[in-house]
């Protein structure tokens, strides 16, 4: 699947883009240097009859997003959090692909949750709406539970989304490793492991009952947390291509007219979301990765109500304190703990000098410190940022890609919410808090403690352990038979194994 018959699908990306008339508004408003955008749109001109047409109601970037299929409408739905990378205008276009796309007919989901819960739909439901909000993966509809009365969201996947999500993520991984080969010092950038990556992401998003999972965890985890609501899953009347929960009311993050109408706080509304998002990432280290406004609401009492749980990141207890020591470094202006931090994690190579990185970090840091969010432009932060990894041969962290990607989107939220939103000042209380109770003396005690529950579980089994590794290290050296054979058991070993991975490979090329 992933071979050179996918460059027809890169063709069509940059010629469906030209057709629309969307090359030229995308690449004006993400600011792209003039060579590239040259070679953009000499490689998509001349394709531009082989492009979709798409929606002509849309305007032209949504409609080549639309068009394309639901991994690009992915990428699109980031962008439209973003107005200080594409502009105040496009991120308001492309907020459409949040939960506003075309739906597909309510007797294709009903038929779909029938065979699902191997139930008929009006035995389950006395009610089942058409669909209140349509996305790139799946559709949400309205019911009532028969068996007593309840209002729920019944969330369906969307037909065939498997096969079209498994085209875009071939190509895409064609791409990356296109650019590998081309250009070589692209690799500390890992294309492939991030196409990867994304690609398990996708994969968890396409079931459901592992969606039904996280959400039941960040239920579990965030049910102390003021102000916060995450629906309850009924697990009965959920399954691999549908997922029921409890309906919950609200007004979308996205309609400040609505959220200024109904007397709400936008910057305090603001303040919560990117706060909210760093105690998930830091305090329990499963945190929701796809924070953008279609996936929050406003309850009438003022609370934040989350949905979509497919996409959710996880990060363990040594990223999460190199993480808050960062931001802490950074907030505190201490450029040269932040730059030792990357050091110390390996996120820079030993060989570069420090006191430069330090340097280069600092010219990060103090232009933005203390200023609020309209006079920052993240277009022009992110190429510098882009110049510094490179400078400094700093590799893309596979493992930290939904953190960063979901901390740029919930970013854009708050943004949205509270165009003046100082994030250092916000985020401030969330990371000394962390870093107060997991960096420093407590910490060392706690992890002492937890080291020696572990060697308590495998304490019986320590002295044979022990015992093993002294006799195999006073047993004789064994004689190596030094006579030249054409095959052996090693070497038929060897053969065979060369040979199963010429023929792994050959599914890649």
Known sequence: MRGPHNIWRLIRTGATFERTGAMALALEAMEVPPRLRFAARLLGWPFKWLGLRGDPALP??????????????????????????????????????????????????????????????????????????????????????????RDVAVKVLRPGIERAFRKDVDAFYFAARAIEFLSPASRRLRPM?????????????????????????????????????????????????????????GINLADNAALDA???????????????????????????????????????????IAYDFGIMGRIDEYTRRVYAEILMGFIGKDYRRVAEVHFEAGYVPPDRDIDEFA????????????LDATQVSMARLLSYLFEVTERFGMETRTELILLQRTMVVVEGVARGLDPHINIWQVAKPVVESYVSRNVGPLALIRDLAQTARVLGRFGPRLPRMMESLLIAQAAPPVAVDTQPRLFGTRGVAAVALVFALGLWLGKFL
């Open 60 to 149: 032209p970037v949504t409609r080549a997003l639309t068009a394309l299929g639901p991994a690009y409408i992915k990428f699109g739905q980031v962008l439209s959090t973003r107005p200080d990378i594409v502009g105040a205008e496009l991120a308001q276009q492309l907020k459409y692909l949040q939960d506003q796309l075309p739906p597909f007919s309510t007797a294709v989901a009903k038929a779909m949750v029938a065979e699902e819960l191997r139930l008929p739909v009006d035995e389950a439901f006395s009610s089942f709406s058409e669909p209140v909000a349509a996305a790139s993966i799946a559709q949400v509809h309205r019911a009532t539970l028969a068996e007593n009365g």
């Open 359 to 370: 340097r280069a970090l600092r010219a990060v840091g103090e232009p933005i410190f203390g």
């Open 262 to 304: 109904a007397g709400l706080d936008r910057q305090a509304l603001a303040a919560r979301v990117l706060q909210l998002f760093l105690s998930h990432a830091l305090r329990d280290g499963f945190f929701h990765g796809d924070m953008h406004q279609g996936n929050l609401k406003v309850a009438a009492n003022g609370d934040l």
């Open 193 to 249: 492991d991030v196409i990867t990556h994304f690609d398990g992401v996708v994969k968890g998003e396409l079931d459901l009952r592992l969606e039904s999972s996280a959400a039941s965890e960040f239920a579990d985890n965030t049910k102390s947390d003021v102000g916060f609501q995450v629906p309850r899953v009924i697990w009965q009347l959920s399954g691999r291509s549908v997922m029921t929960l409890d309906w919950a009311e």
